[in-house]
């Protein structure tokens, strides 16, 4: 049996009147990429931010690589074992690509090399270029290296191919498979089924803080033609459930 990197029952938030998460149950396996799909507002970054401890919340249970977690306190040594790129990452604009990975991996005792990375995520081309002169897509690629530079052993990845081109959408796509070989449990938020579709071995689809349907990836399609068929009719089935009791 697989290691459990991450479980989470019965998880709630709220904000005032709104029901951000309402009862999440969720597990990621260790060398297993659990994909989290719904739209925005759906709750998927509440999620993220609830298990970082970056945000309070209700739980029975929050657990991270085994170790139970209490609201909003995470020890060094659990965070030195998780990796993270949120949607929106905010770097100093002025450092070049190598001083941003240099930095970051100097935070970790036993983390990667700079070189390592750039060499690793085909970073050479900008290397010295300042993190504020790049692209989107470029900005997510040296993002995911910052994420991963710790080898973290659960690493979570909000929308990581956003503004990104095909070719490197694709690079990155790899670099998640190779992490996963590694061991590394993967905790993915996307809009793009094909791209959950491609890398999950387990899914959740989440809807206005609720999941509605959760498995492997072969147990959510099930009775479907695809994983974008499978969303779309979870999707519906609790839009025609919502209409019944209005």
């Not at 700079?114 to 790049?134: C, M, S, V, Y």
């Not at 989440?206 to 479907?224: F, K, P, Q, W, Y």
């Amino acid at each position: 049996m697989k290691q459990l990197s991450l479980k989470v029952r019965a998880l709630s938030k709220s904000y005032d009147s709104t029901q951000a998460l309402q009862n999440l149950n969720l597990d990621a396996y260790a060398g297993e990429v659990l994909a989290v799909l719904g739209k925005n507002g759906a709750g998927k970054t509440t999620f993220i931010h609830s298990v970082l401890g970056m945000q309070s919340y209700e739980a029975d249970i929050m657990e991270i690589l085994g170790v139970p977690m209490s609201e909003q306190s995470r020890s060094l040594d659990i965070r030195q074992q998780v990796g993270v790129m949120m949607q929106v990452g905010a770097l100093n604009a002025n450092l070049t690509v190598f001083e941003q990975l240099d930095l970051f991996c100097s935070y970790y005792p036993n983390g990667e090399l700079a070189a390592d990375l750039i060499e690793d995520f085909g970073l050479t081309k900008f290397a010295q270029q300042r993190f504020g002169k790049l692209s989107g897509g470029q900005r997510q690629q040296v993002l995911f290296a910052i994420a991963v530079a710790g080898k973290p052993e659960l690493l979570f990845l909000d929308e990581p191919t956003v503004g990104m081109d095909v070719e490197a959408r694709h690079a990155l796509w790899e670099q998640i498979q190779q992490r996963r070989k590694s061991g590394c449990a993967i905790v993915l938020t996307t809009h793009y089924i094909e791209e959950a579709e491609r890398l999950a071995d387990r899914v959740a689809i989440l809807r206005e803080g609720e999941i509605v349907a959760n498995g492997t990836l072969t147990e959510v399609i099930a009775d479907h033609s695809s994983l974008e068929a499978a969303y779309l009719h979870h999707i519906k089935n609790v839009s025609a459930k919502e209409q019944a009791h209005a």
